[in-house]
Protein backbone atom coordinates (compact mmCIF):
# COMPACT_ATOMS: atom_id res chain seq x y z
CA UNK A 1 0.00 0.00 0.00
CA UNK A 2 1.32 3.35 -0.46
CA UNK A 3 1.70 6.31 1.43
CA UNK A 4 -0.69 9.20 0.00
CA UNK A 5 1.94 12.19 -0.38
CA UNK A 6 0.72 15.82 0.00
CA UNK A 7 1.00 19.03 -1.85
CA UNK A 8 -0.12 23.08 -1.89
CA UNK A 9 -0.51 25.37 -4.35
CA UNK A 10 0.15 28.02 -1.16
CA UNK A 11 1.03 30.85 -1.07
CA UNK A 12 0.96 31.51 -5.07
CA UNK A 13 -3.13 30.38 -5.51
CA UNK A 14 -3.72 32.20 -2.48
CA UNK A 15 -3.80 35.70 -0.72
CA UNK A 16 -2.93 35.77 2.99
CA UNK A 17 -3.47 38.36 5.99
CA UNK A 18 -2.66 38.25 9.32
CA UNK A 19 -5.97 38.58 11.78
CA UNK A 20 -5.20 38.47 15.67
CA UNK A 21 -3.01 35.78 15.73
CA UNK A 22 -4.58 33.66 12.98
CA UNK A 23 -4.71 33.63 9.06
CA UNK A 24 -6.88 34.98 6.59
CA UNK A 25 -6.52 33.01 3.28
CA UNK A 26 -8.79 33.81 0.59
CA UNK A 27 -8.16 30.86 -2.38
CA UNK A 28 -7.62 32.44 -5.87
CA UNK A 29 -9.23 29.20 -7.38
CA UNK A 30 -11.80 28.28 -5.80
CA UNK A 31 -13.15 32.03 -4.45
CA UNK A 32 -13.19 30.68 -0.98
CA UNK A 33 -12.07 32.61 2.04
CA UNK A 34 -10.67 30.27 4.96
CA UNK A 35 -9.47 31.63 8.71
CA UNK A 36 -7.33 29.22 9.60
CA UNK A 37 -5.03 28.99 12.97
CA UNK A 38 -1.79 27.46 13.85
CA UNK A 39 -0.72 24.85 12.57
CA UNK A 40 -2.49 25.38 8.95
CA UNK A 41 -0.26 28.02 7.95
CA UNK A 42 2.94 26.23 8.65
CA UNK A 43 1.29 22.92 7.27
CA UNK A 44 0.59 24.59 4.16
CA UNK A 45 3.90 26.49 4.30
CA UNK A 46 5.72 23.59 4.57
CA UNK A 47 3.50 21.74 1.45
CA UNK A 48 3.91 24.20 -0.49
CA UNK A 49 8.14 23.83 -0.10
CA UNK A 50 7.83 20.18 -1.10
CA UNK A 51 5.15 17.82 -1.36
CA UNK A 52 5.36 15.13 1.25
CA UNK A 53 3.49 12.56 3.30
CA UNK A 54 1.97 12.93 6.71
CA UNK A 55 5.05 11.35 8.60
CA UNK A 56 7.14 13.49 6.82
CA UNK A 57 5.05 16.55 7.47
CA UNK A 58 4.99 15.60 11.12
CA UNK A 59 8.28 15.59 11.56
CA UNK A 60 9.15 18.71 9.89
CA UNK A 61 6.00 20.30 11.73
CA UNK A 62 7.04 19.40 15.24
CA UNK A 63 10.76 20.50 13.91
CA UNK A 64 9.06 23.48 13.27
CA UNK A 65 7.20 24.45 15.85
CA UNK A 66 9.86 22.91 18.18
CA UNK A 67 6.87 20.46 19.70
CA UNK A 68 8.17 16.51 20.38
CA UNK A 69 7.06 14.14 17.26
CA UNK A 70 4.88 11.92 18.90
CA UNK A 71 1.72 10.13 18.15
CA UNK A 72 -0.29 12.54 19.18
CA UNK A 73 1.21 15.16 16.68
CA UNK A 74 0.94 12.78 14.06
CA UNK A 75 -3.12 11.90 14.67
CA UNK A 76 -3.34 15.90 14.67
CA UNK A 77 -1.26 15.98 11.20
CA UNK A 78 -3.65 13.51 9.54
CA UNK A 79 -6.68 15.27 10.75
CA UNK A 80 -5.61 18.63 9.73
CA UNK A 81 -4.55 17.28 6.31
CA UNK A 82 -7.76 15.85 5.82
CA UNK A 83 -9.53 19.26 6.69
CA UNK A 84 -7.31 21.29 4.16
CA UNK A 85 -7.99 18.56 1.79
CA UNK A 86 -11.70 19.26 2.13
CA UNK A 87 -11.29 22.64 1.91
CA UNK A 88 -9.45 22.41 -0.99
CA UNK A 89 -5.87 24.06 -0.45
CA UNK A 90 -3.99 20.68 -0.54
CA UNK A 91 -3.97 17.93 -2.94
CA UNK A 92 -3.25 14.09 -2.52
CA UNK A 93 -1.09 12.97 -4.95
Do not use: K, N, W
Amino acid sequence: MTTPTYRSDFPQDCRTHPIDGMTLVFHRPSGATHFLDSPLPEMLALLAAAPMDAARLTAELCATLGLPEDDEARAVVEARLADLVAIGLVQPG
